[in-house]
């Protein structure tokens, strides 16, 4: 299992690698093709954004329902292969239209999350899941570690060359996977495609079964409806308060990214394993309070990346919560609950980049007042909400989880 989990920590990689690449030069290539100011080209953004999720919403628990029904390798593999050929096509597109179409078919594509993740669930016992699904975690914050990185720097030749780049990283997972990947679903733990039991809100509704994973998923979803800040607006609000360029703005990125990856896939494991996943998550979480208040009021750059470092120790929070999810759902539907899981995070990208690109383009018109801060400080409430959901749910579920020392 180790070179699998090796072959599909690569994949998840090269996946979220390709979504980093095109962010540093969505600012310019909005401006271009619109015709518009970095006020309103953060609103188009935005709605970009929001198309992407609906799609990954709706069909997140459809692809985890199909992973459980066909296996988790063709899924996966597929699900790459069509996302590399969506990034080629919208390397040509010449309206915006063209990119919106592009963004759900992305989307669509983008579910493939929940198949990644049902994978550990299939093969590693519940007590070790928390370190391979911050493994996995943390590739995927590798790959917005050199997506961003190598995106500023090829969009610096023309902002439609990160999308054929990311379109190759695809293509090359799916090599690599058809190669070296093995199935980990048995055929015996299958379960038959159920269209009612496919749908994101009947999904997370059936959580409700489980009063420890509703109490982690209503976490999951203040914790990543107060992040959408930092993904919706990052480079509009670098540009419009410190001037970035896009090479500035990837390797800001980039170096989130490493915090990230370094949280999740090596200290996330650790942290678990010394203080059990109880304290780690509702510990970890803490700390994006102190974070998007220094995003908030930040006067220079430097206070910016202070923001960041402190924001990045909550990477550890999530690998705690899905080991203790996983671990109350039954082994048949493991599918689903990474589904949910997934629905619930795209339905925080739904309403989020709106919300927050809404909030940033009323605070950044040079008319009234002028506050490109403005959306860290919704966040700030919205993580504050999810301290305080995920403390009342392990204090009344989570003494199972509890590791005394």
Avoid at 301 to 311: D, H, L, Q
Avoid at 371 to 392: C, K
Wanted: charged share 10%.
């Amino acid at each position: 299992m180790n070179r699998n989990l090796a072959i599909l920590a690569m994949i998840v990689f090269v996946d979220t690698a390709g979504i980093g690449l095109i962010v540093p030069v969505m600012p310019s290539l909005i401006q271009g093709m619109s015709g518009k100011g970095i006020d309103h080209a953060a609103e188009i953004g935005g709605w970009l954004l929001f198309a992407y999720a609906t799609m990954q919403f709706l069909f997140a628990p459809v692809i985890g329902g199909l992973s459980d029904r066909f296996g988790r390798r063709p899924v996966l593999l597929l699900t790459l292969a069509l996302l590399g050929i969506d990034y080629a096509v919208m390397a040509w597109a010449p309206t915006l239209a063209w990119l919106f179409a592009g963004r759900l078919v992305s989307g669509v594509m983008g579910a493939s999350w929940a198949a990644a993740n049902s994978c550990i669930a299939d093969s590693i016992s519940p007590e070790r899941r928390g370190a391979a699904f911050g493994m996995l975690g943390g590739a995927g914050a590798a790959g917005f570690v050199l997506g961003p990185a190598i995106g500023g720097l090829v969009g610096q030749f023309g902002d439609r060359l990160p999308f054929a780049f990311s379109a190759s990283l695809c293509l090359a997972g799916v090599l690599l996977g058809l190669v070296y990947f093995r199935e980990t679903l048995p055929a015996e733990r299958r379960r038959p495609f159920d269209p009612l039991r496919a749908n994101p809100l009947g999904s997370i509704a059936r959580m409700g079964r489980y009063p420890l994973v509703m109490g982690c998923l209503i976490t999951v979803f203040f914790m990543q409806l107060a992040s959408q800040a930092q993904i919706s607006v990052w480079a509009y609000y670098g540009t419009a308060s410190f001037g970035w360029s896009p090479v500035v703005i990837g390797m800001t990125v980039t170096f989130f990214g490493v915090l990230l990856g370094l949280a999740q896939g090596v200290f996330a494991g650790r942290a678990i394993a010394r203080f059990g996943p109880v304290r780690t998550a509702s510990v970890s979480l803490f700390f994006g309070v102190p974070c998007f208040l220094l995003l908030a009021f930040a006067p220079t750059t430097g206070v910016a990346i202070a923001g960041i470092i402190v924001g990045s120790v909550t990477g550890l929070c999530f690998p705690a919560m899905q080991q203790m999810m996983s671990s109350r759902v039954e082994e048949d539907a493991q599918g689903e609950l990474q589904g949910s899981i997934a629905s619930t995070i795209s339905l925080t990208a739904i309403l989020g980049p709106p919300v927050m690109t809404g909030v940033f383009a009323r605070f950044a018109d040079p008319v009234g007042i002028y506050f490109p801060g403005a959306p860290f400080i919704l966040s700030t409430v919205l993580i504050a909400i999810a301290v305080m959901i995920l403390a009342m749910t392990l204090r009344r579920h989570g003494h199972a989880y509890t590791k005394v020392h």
